[in-house]
Structure formats: C-alpha cells, structure tokens
C-alpha cells in the first residue's frame, strides 16, 4: 500500500520561500508520476507540479513557472517541491500525490494521496 507523508509547510512572508517534502513508500516507484497538488478554501484542487519519476522529467502549472521546482531523491524515495517568491495567491493545504502511468494535471487520475500540508503566505 502507497503512502505519502507531506512536511514543510508553514507561515511566510511574501517573497519569501519554502521547500516541501512528500516521503513515499509501499513500492517501487519507477513507472509513476509524482504530483503536487494545492486547495485553497472554497476552490477546487489544482496541479502544481509533476515529475516522472524514472526519467525526472518535470511539468508545471503557468502559476508557478519559474517560482516552484519540483525534484526528487531516488534514495530517499522522496519528491520535494521548492517555493520560491511566494506570493499570497499561494496560500493553500498542498498535496503529493501519484499516478502509474502517463502523467497528468487532473487531480482525479492521481490514486494515491498524503495528507497535506498547510502553506500561508502574508502580505
């Protein structure tokens, strides 16, 4: 059974940065996509980030291009997620999550999930 345990989120200010980390395990990961996903109050959950985890091609939402970096450590069966310039507009609970297969940006093709982590960005 896959599990994925999420840490390092927290309080912030704008501008600054964060780096999150979701732990797997339960499996051999090489044939899956490893997201990120976020969920604001009262909004749907959306893609982040993505990461093939054999090859480490990486896919991101046009939000956080060029802010967010999403890598992982084979050895550690861990994917992080560095947060960079937050913003605001960032403040959510984030969610690793996986998918054998093809990757994807939709929330519901992803079947196994951690139990998030809070991030508030301030002004």
């Known amino acids: 059974q896959v599990q994925l345990v999420e840490s390092g989120g927290g309080l912030v200010q704008a501008g600054g940065s964060l780096r999150l980390s979701c732990a797997a395990s339960?499996?051999?990961?090489?044939?899956?996509?490893m997201g990120w996903f976020r969920q604001a109050p009262g909004k749907e959950r959306e893609f982040v980030a993505a990461?093939?985890?054999?090859?480490?091609?990486?896919y991101y939402a046009d939000s956080v291009k060029g802010r967010f970096t999403i890598s992982r450590d084979n050895a550690k069966n861990t994917v992080y997620l560095q947060m960079n310039i937050l913003n605001p507009e960032d403040t959510a609970v984030y969610y690793c999550?996986?998918?054998?297969?093809?990757?994807?940006?939709?929330?519901?093709?992803?079947?196994?999930w951690g139990q998030g982590t809070q991030v508030t960005v301030s002004s």
């Open positions: 999550a996986v998918r054998q297969g093809t990757g994807s940006y939709d929330y519901t093709d992803y079947t196994s």
């Open positions: 990461i093939k985890w054999s090859s480490g091609r990486t």
């Open positions: 339960g499996r051999t990961f090489s044939s899956y996509h």
